[in-house]
T-cell receptor, first 112, second 113 residues
Framework: DVKVTQSSRYLVKRTGEKVFLECVQDMDHENMFWYRQDPGLGLRLIYFSYDVKMKEKGDIPEGYSVSREKKERFSLILESASTNQTSMYLC???????????FGPGTRLTVT | GENVEQHPSTLSVQEGDSAVIKCTYSDSASNYFPWYKQELGKGPQLIIDIRSNVGEKKDQRIAVTLNKTAKHFSLHITETQPEDSAVYFCAASMRGGADGLTFGKGTHLIIQP
């Protein structure tokens, strides 16, 4: 079974803090993605990566950056957290030979 | 960019009845249309998908239809069961989702006993 794990299920941070959300997949997938999920808005793509050291902006990259130093790990970074970044963050990975994206359980981030 | 509209936002059906969720997309270049189911406290999970060269696909009680001309696709669930209660998302993408998916806003499906 494909497993995508996220470092925290719940996280509370203060405005202005630097926040790291970690995602790890165990299936050697090349493609990895970060989405945020908000009530009534569905899932929106923040950043994605085709491979190590590669990153591409999604639909809502403002206020975020990413890091992919190893194939299995994709990190989302909030340089200076703001209250409008309070959300559920979902990581996903996708194998090169199939279209299906496999999602982690999500990290619910609250910025106060 | 792509825009996906999904309706209805909430759907309540009696157990055993059928449920239909509809989506429209804006970019005619989109070629991959998955449906995800999200249960409480979990990440979304793919339940069925369809590619643009196919008009219909079925997997047991679920089916998806695609009308490329009208740019809409639908999820059909027959003989609904309590475990079908969840939030369902449609999505669209080019390149098979390699660049990420554009999701609809979701449908909360409630199965009434």
């Amino acid at each position: 079974d494909v497993k995508v794990t996220q470092s925290s299920r719940y996280l509370v941070k203060r405005t202005g803090e630097k926040v790291f959300l970690e995602c790890v997949q165990d299936m050697d997938h090349e493609n990895m993605f970060w989405y945020r999920q908000d009530p009534g808005l569905g899932l929106r793509l923040i950043y994605f990566s085709y491979d190590v050291k590669m990153k591409e902006k999604g639909d809502i990259p403002e206020g975020y950056s990413v890091s992919r130093e190893k194939k299995e790990r994709f990190s989302l970074i909030l340089e200076s957290a703001s209250t409008n970044q309070t959300s559920m963050y979902l990581c996903a990975s996708r194998p090169p030979t199939r279209y299906e994206q496999y999602f982690g359980p999500g990290t619910r981030l609250t910025v106060t | 960019g792509e825009n996906v509209e999904q309706h209805p936002s909430t759907l309540s059906v009696q157990e055993g009845d059928s449920a239909v969720i509809k989506c429209t997309y804006s970019d005619s270049a989109s070629n991959y249309f998955p449906w995800y189911k999200q249960e409480l406290g979990k990440g979304p999970q793919l339940i069925i998908d369809i590619r643009s060269n196919v008009g219909e696909k079925k997997d047991q009680r679920i089916a998806v239809t695609l009308n490329k001309t009208a740019k809409h696709f639908s999820l059909h669930i027959t003989e609904t069961q309590p475990e079908d209660s969840a939030v369902y998302f449609c999505a669209a993408s080019m390149r098979g989702g390699a660049d990420g998916l554009t999701f609809g806003k979701g449908t909360h499906l409630i199965i009434q006993p």
